[in-house]
T-cell receptor, first 111, second 113 residues
Framework: DAKTTQPPSMDCAEGRAANLPCNHSTISGNEYVYWYRQIHSQGPQYIIHGLKNNETNEMASLIITEDRKSSTLILPHATLRDTAVYYCIVRGFNAGNMLTFGGGTRLMVKP | NAGVTQTPKFRILKIGQSMTLQCTQDMNHNYMYWYRQDPGMGLKLIYYSVGAGITDKGEVPNGYNVSRSTTEDFPLRLELAAPSQTSVYFC????????????FGNGTRLTVT
C-alpha cells in the first residue's frame, strides 16, 4: 500500500473551515484514499473515502487532485468536538484490504 | 445496533500471564482485524481474517494468536504477557467490498507489569 505524508499538527479557529492536507504520491490506480479520526483514546472513526472524484458527506468533503497524488479533507465549520488526530490512509485490494496507519495530523480547534 | 464490541475495556496482567481479548461484530462482516496502538503512535496491524477459518499475520504478530471459528467473533490471545505488550488494542471489521470502510470497537487498554 502507498504511504502517506501529513503535517503532524494544525490549528483551526472554531467555526472556520479546517483543511487537512495529505500527500500520497505513490498511490496506484486501484487504491482508495480514506480518512479516519481518533478522538482521545477512542476507536478510529471513519469519515470519508474516495477514488478519483471529490466526495462529500454529512461530516466532511474530500478533494482529490487530478493526478491523485494528494488530497485534502475539509471540515466546513470546525467545532471544538472536531479536535482529534486525523489519519489519511491509502488502501488497496491486497492482503485483506489492510489499513496502514501513519502518524496522522493532530487538529486542535480553538475557540 | 451494537457494531463492534470489545471486552474487557481495561485489564492489568502480570508478566507471564495469559488472556484473551474478545471481539464480536453484528454486521455480518467477512473481514476482521486486530490493531494495537502504543502511546502517541498510530495503529499497527497484528492479525486479520478474511472469513471464518482464515487468519493471517499483520505487521506485528509476535506474541499473539488468533482464531476465527465464526463470522461474528475474532478473539486475540496473549499466551505469555510481556511489558512490551502494554498497549491499547482495537478490533475492527469490514464487509467484502474493497472500498468499504472499517468499523472499529472502542478498544481494550492492557497494562502488563
Amino acid at each position: 500500500d502507498a504511504k502517506t505524508t501529513q503535517p503532524p499538527s494544525m490549528d483551526c479557529a472554531e467555526g472556520r473551515a479546517a483543511n487537512l492536507p495529505c500527500n500520497h504520491s505513490t498511490i496506484s490506480g486501484n487504491e482508495y484514499v480514506y480518512w479516519y479520526r481518533q478522538i482521545h483514546s477512542q476507536g478510529p472513526q471513519y469519515i470519508i473515502h474516495g477514488l478519483k472524484n471529490n466526495e462529500t458527506n454529512e461530516m466532511a468533503s474530500l478533494i482529490i487532485t487530478e493526478d491523485r497524488k494528494s488530497s485534502t479533507l475539509i471540515l466546513p465549520h470546525a467545532t471544538l468536538r472536531d479536535t482529534a488526530v486525523y489519519y489519511c490512509i491509502v488502501r488497496g485490494f491486497n492482503a485483506g484490504n489492510m489499513l496502514t496507519f501513519g502518524g496522522g495530523t493532530r487538529l486542535m480547534v480553538k475557540p | 445496533n451494537a457494531g463492534v464490541t470489545q471486552t474487557p475495556k481495561f485489564r492489568i496482567l502480570k508478566i507471564g500471564q495469559s488472556m484473551t481479548l474478545q471481539c464480536t461484530q453484528d454486521m455480518n462482516h467477512n473481514y476482521m482485524y486486530w490493531y494495537r496502538q502504543d502511546p502517541g503512535m498510530g495503529l499497527k496491524l497484528i492479525y486479520y481474517s478474511v472469513g471464518a477459518g482464515i487468519t493471517d499475520k499483520g505487521e506485528v504478530p509476535n506474541g499473539y494468536n488468533v482464531s476465527r471459528s465464526t463470522t461474528e467473533d475474532f478473539p486475540l490471545r496473549l499466551e505469555l504477557a510481556a511489558p512490551s505488550q502494554t498497549s491499547v488494542y482495537f478490533c475492527a471489521s469490514s464487509n467484502l467490498s474493497g472500498s468499504s470502510p472499517l468499523h472499529f470497537g472502542n478498544g481494550t487498554r492492557l497494562t502488563v507489569t
